[in-house]
């Protein structure tokens, strides 16, 4: 299991290739693929070469690495079996469906996963167009809210790791 936003190191080995690299990921077990890098050059160390792969904050269970010779696309190797990327942030209150009143109370509760441990809370009333800062550098998967008077069926929660610039 991986988590998005965090990094992870792909290792493979090769001979006779160019030490150019397209590097690509898959969410569907292959079917489709997503470029990581496109003719990205790498030297090899100790007969191994490695890419440092910052993870996309996505989420599926049959993920697999590509890694292709950049001047000779059939020699290339992929993941020997699926994998697993996690969002390393799930709320879990609100989860959808709640009506919560505006200057009333409510817990905004979440489960972190590969974070930092310190979060930052976001609403918004226009379905995820622009969010609004509820509280920053929050040391705990809680945080007790104050909902805001400002009415609107629209509304969305974000919580976000403080440390890290990836969403």
Avoid at 31 to 53: C, D, E, R
Avoid at 96 to 118: D, F, K, N
Wanted: charge should be negative; aromatic fraction near 12%.
């Amino acid at each position: 299991v991986l988590y998005g936003c965090q990094t992870y190191q792909i290792k493979w080995t090769a001979t006779g290739v160019s030490n150019n690299w397209n590097i690509d990921y898959s969410l569907n077990n292959g079917a489709i693929w997503t470029s990581v890098s496109t003719n990205l050059n790498i030297t090899p160390s100790g007969g191994v070469y490695t890419y440092n792969w910052t993870v996309p904050m996505v989420g599926s269970t049959t993920v697999l690495a590509r890694v292709r010779d950049y001047s000779d696309t059939t020699k290339q190797d992929v993941s020997n079996a699926v994998f697993t990327i996690q969002l390393p942030i799930n709320i879990t209150s609100p989860n959808g469906g709640e009506t919560w009143q505006g200057l009333s109370t409510h817990t905004i509760a979440w489960s972190p996963a590969g974070t930092s441990g310190v979060f930052n809370i976001y609403y918004s009333i226009d379905n995820g167009s622009s969010f609004i800062s509820v509280a920053s550098n929050v040391a705990a998967n809680n945080y007790t809210w104050t909902v805001p008077n400002n009415p609107s069926t629209q509304v969305l929660v974000k919580v976000t790791d403080a440390t890290t610039a990836c969403q």
